[in-house]
């Protein structure tokens, strides 16, 4: 990446640099699931072996996103790239790796592969110097779906038909007031039983173990006042667990795979 960053000093044309990183995933091959060539200056610290290899793993993963803003600067393009950063997914909890041993979810329910907030709700981090003010935070109701909006937004490119995404470039540039939003977000997950999910702004609704019984009653919360995803207030608000099933049933999609 590096290279390629450098290989573009001085030329006129955009470009796109998709940096897919793996860390800090888990090698559940090896006897230690979180095996990294050292632990660095985590070698001294009285924590697990595994707890140890995810440190080292997020320090190097820090160190490499580093490396690519340096080069960016050093080759004048820094004030001229857009940087987003973020996570496919919740914290992991394999090879040996526990997500409370750092507290990795915060105050949010679940981790990879739940419907829950700690599951999918994932920080985004965005830069761009002179044009997303500094220290700035948002919470604008985005998934992935929108990142190629958001690009294709951003480089004057006609966005195809058949995408569901919105641009989300009027919020990174301060500019809320252009902003356009989405009514809500849609999961489905096939393993573990079955599950789906839809949320808004504000309520969050669960179906588990729908492989069995697709009408399975739904699970309600109020983000506003639970973000932990603790009290189930479908029996308090019938009329919006209602509203966000059919929610639900119209954002299905039959899998062609």
């Known amino acids: 990446s590096v290279a390629y960053i450098d290989s573009r000093k001085g030329k006129d044309a955009p470009f796109f640099l998709y940096y897919a990183l793996n860390t800090p995933h888990t090698n559940n091959e090896a006897p230690n699931g979180m095996e990294v060539p050292d632990h660095g200056e985590f070698t001294s610290k009285k924590w697990p072996e595994p707890e140890k290899g995810f440190a080292r793993m997020m320090q190097m993963l820090d160190e490499s ?7 960016l600067k050093q080759t004048g393009q820094l004030e001229n790239t857009l940087i987003i950063f973020s996570s496919d997914n919740g914290p992991h909890q394999e090879g040996g790796h526990t997500m409370e041993f750092f507290n990795s979810n915060g105050p949010l329910n679940g981790m990879k592969r739940d419907l829950t907030e700690g599951g999918v709700r994932v920080p985004m981090i965005a830069s761009w110097q002179g044009k997303i003010k500094p220290n700035t935070v948002t919470d604008h109701l985005s998934g992935f779906e929108d990142v190629f909006a958001t690009l294709t937004d951003l480089t004057g490119s006609p966005l195809p038909e058949d995408t569901t995404g919105i641009s989300f470039l009027p919020t990174l540039l301060g500019e809320d007031a252009a902003q356009k939003n989405r009514d809500a977000l849609y999961w489905s997950f096939n393993e573990r039983g ?58 299905k999609e039959p899998s062609t795979k």
């Open 65 to 71: 996103i580093g490396k690519i803003q340096t080069s």
């Open 194 to 251: 079955g599950k789906e999910a839809v949320v808004t702004k504000r309520w969050k609704a669960i179906r588990r173990e729908i492989n069995k019984k697709p009408d399975a009653p739904i699970i309600l919360f109020d983000l506003a006042t639970d973000i932990a995803e603790q009290k189930d207030v479908a029996a308090d608000h019938p009329e919006i667990a209602r509203r966000l099933a059919k929610l639900i049933a119209q954002s």
